[in-house]
């Protein structure tokens, strides 16, 4: 091996990500991706897991436009992908999403969309088309001047996204107010992401391309008190009620234990639930399922003409030990975050110790204290 393949988590290696076992969670996200990109119809996807068991890594995954399935043979337009960890702190929670939103996409992105939006259709066409849809000619007229060739205007614009317009500011872009409250700014992100759809920077998109947005750490939301909760849920339902079109919300949420899923309405409310169309949920991994993930993370980190074996430093029955004890010790069940953990820990215990190839016998050494290995 060039390096020790576990000392990054799943999604955090720098180059082309790989996706490793878990093949039964492949097939469902592939059979939803399908489903996403055969239909202009927008989706809420929920992906539950225990801790650990690889939401973060698919997010990073699929938002590569080589890893989606193909439909009928033909590759869809690469999607705008967004990946938003829910805000810790409920009291601004909804200006910190949509904040987080726009930066993540760009707002130059955005602005080069509006501005290709413009030249394609007419200034006077798409105006009209952005007050449709934000149903407000200020907000319309906001996001219209965002494409604006005079670039001192634009930025202005630009700024308005966040800060409230002065008199002078009004006057200069001829609009009697500025986004006011959570609905306007989640009217933005509706737009923005219907804009993108349809417009790319550069005028070449030849049919409407697909938004992903990706919500992680959902589970947060239990740390909201309820007056903070309410508004930032109820404009989530409003950013899913108001964009019919090409979008894909994924909402990443995490258990302790499979019962923790029944406290899912709870914690994302009824309404929300409600609007779920699909369901992944990841299997807890066998110790063969464990065995296959690592086989295929190693491979992915092998030299060229590498022929030591699947598992080495392993052997094969080390690392069946390595899992068998801990599962044992730990009483935890087994996901890709702890089993890159043990094999970082022992791989490089094993070299600390001038070990060339792991055996049993140097399992039988390791302390189990929590999750950690001693």
């Known amino acids: 091996m060039?390096?020790?393949?576990?000392?990054?988590?799943?999604?955090?290696?720098?180059?082309?990500?790989?996706?490793?076992?878990?093949?039964?969670?492949?097939?469902?996200?592939?059979?939803?991706?399908?489903?996403?990109?055969?239909?202009?119809?927008?989706?809420?996807?929920?992906?539950?897991?225990?801790?650990?068991?690889?939401?973060t890594h698919s997010a990073n995954y699929f938002s590569s436009p080589d890893n989606l399935p193909k439909i009928d043979g033909r590759t869809a337009p690469p999607p705008i992908s967004c990946i938003i960890v829910t805000p810790k702190e409920g009291a601004d929670a909804a200006y910190e999403f949509y904040k987080?939103?726009?930066?993540?996409?760009?707002?130059?992105?955005?602005?080069?969309?509006?501005?290709?939006?413009?030249s394609i259709l007419s200034d006077t066409e798409a105006l009209k088309s952005l007050n449709d849809w934000a149903g407000s000619s200020d907000i319309g007229r906001i996001l219209w001047l965002l494409g604006d060739d005079d670039v001192e205007m634009a930025f202005s614009a630009s700024e308005l996204l966040f800060n409230k317009p002065t008199a002078t500011v009004r006057k200069k872009l001829k609009i009697r107010r500025g986004v006011e409250d959570?609905?306007?700014?989640?009217?933005?992100?509706?737009?923005?992401?219907?804009?993108?759809?349809?417009?790319?920077?550069?005028?070449?998109?030849?049919?409407?391309?697909?938004?992903?947005?990706?919500?992680?750490?959902?589970?947060?939301?239990?740390?909201?008190?309820?007056?903070?909760?309410?508004?930032?849920?109820?404009?989530?339902?409003?950013?899913?009620?108001?964009?019919?079109?090409?979008?894909?919300?994924?909402?990443?949420?995490?258990?302790?234990?499979?019962?923790?899923?029944?406290?899912?309405?709870?914690?994302?409310?009824?309404?929300?639930?409600?609007?779920?169309?699909?369901?992944?949920?990841?299997?807890?991994?066998?110790i063969q399922e464990a065995k296959e993930y690592t086989k295929e993370v190693m491979k992915n980190?092998?030299?060229?003409?590498?022929?030591?074996?699947?598992?080495?430093?392993?052997?094969?029955?080390?690392?069946?030990?390595?899992?068998?004890?801990?599962m044992k010790k730990t009483k935890l069940p087994l996901t890709p975050r702890l089993i890159n953990k043990w094999c970082e820990v022992v791989i490089n215990k094993a070299a600390s110790n001038s070990?060339?190839?792991i055996d049993d016998s140097f399992i039988f050494t390791l302390r189990f204290i929590g999750d950690e290995i001693m």
């Open 182 to 286: 959570t609905t306007d700014r989640f009217k933005i992100l509706s737009v923005a992401f219907k804009i993108l759809s349809e417009y790319d920077e550069n005028s070449t998109l030849a049919q409407t391309r697909k938004v992903f947005l990706w919500i992680d750490e959902v589970e947060s939301l239990i740390l909201y008190t309820s007056k903070q909760y309410v508004p930032f849920s109820q404009a989530l339902r409003e950013l899913i009620d108001m964009s019919k079109k090409n979008l894909a919300i994924f909402m990443n949420f995490s258990f302790t234990d499979l019962d923790d899923l029944r406290t899912l309405e709870f914690i994302i409310g009824g309404a929300l639930k409600d609007r779920i169309n699909t369901r992944i949920i990841f299997d807890e991994l066998t």
């Open 2 to 55: 060039t390096h020790n393949p576990f000392s990054l988590m799943p999604g955090q290696a720098p180059g082309k990500l790989i996706w490793a076992g878990l093949g039964k969670t492949k097939k469902k996200f592939d059979e939803t991706f399908r489903e996403i990109l055969a239909s202009e119809a927008s989706k809420l996807v929920l992906n539950a897991s225990r801790w650990g068991g690889g939401k």
């Open 355 to 357: 070990k060339t190839e």
């Open 301 to 326: 980190s092998r030299v060229e003409g590498f022929n030591k074996g699947d598992f080495y430093p392993f052997t094969d029955g080390s690392l069946t030990q390595l899992l068998e004890t801990g």
């Open 100 to 118: 987080k939103v726009l930066e993540s996409i760009s707002i130059e992105k955005i602005a080069a969309s509006i501005k290709s939006m413009r």
